[in-house]
């Protein structure tokens, strides 16, 4: 009988894991609903990326803990969830996803907090899901005249990048000055500085006048590395479909 319920256990946890959907797919699918600007209908969709991604990540976390212990993990659970350090960089992406949307939304409280999760899961700002996560945080920041944190968030990830960069070029010895131009990091780091620029100048301004308001949508974007979905896609690509 025990044996017995622990094979039903075990079948409604594959199930469970081999039922959830592709949390790409569902990115693609609010992708084009959020260049559409059809905002209402591409929020539910980053919200159930973000929660698939969560539990593939939770169910990631617990096959590890699993072969920790020398006890034999669920195959199929664990092909679904794949590494947990790849689910945390996939949260990453689906959290940045709902935080720009949110911020176009006017959302910029909700933005701020997915931005916020996104930081700290990302862990090394090395990574561009990272970048892209802390350029998230400090434009809802601002939108929100939090400047202190603001210029402190951009001032870790200029400081990362520009650490990151150096460990390249002393890697690369034979890489002239002129290629350095379009380095990924080279670009992230002028972002930030035009981010930071955008914060000192709105600070000033409500410095001068308490009453006037932000315009965060001068903020738009960070340019980061093209990210190729691991999917082939369900929907009709648009020009802007991978811009966030």
Known sequence: KNNRNSADNTTMEEEGATAMPDPNELRLAANGRFAANALDEALPLYSLAVEVARKKRILGQQQ????EVGQPSDGVVAAVVQDPT???????IHLCNRSACLYKM?????????ADEAVGLG???RRNNNSKAFFRLARAQIALD???SAMDTIEKAVTHCDGQLKEQQQQSVDETEGDTSSNPLVQQIQEFEKLKAIAL??????AANPRSQSSPQEIKSIKL?????SIKEFIRATKNSESY
């Open 106 to 114: 006017e959302m910029y409280e909700e933005a701020r907090a997915d």
């Open 201 to 206: 100048r709105k600070q000033k301004q409500i």
């Open 225 to 229: 590395e093209s990210r190729i979905p």
């Open 86 to 92: 790849t689910t945390a960089d996939d949260l990453v």
């Open 146 to 148: 939090d400047f202190s």
């Open 123 to 125: 862990g090394d700002i």
């Open 64 to 67: 590890q803990q699993l072969q």
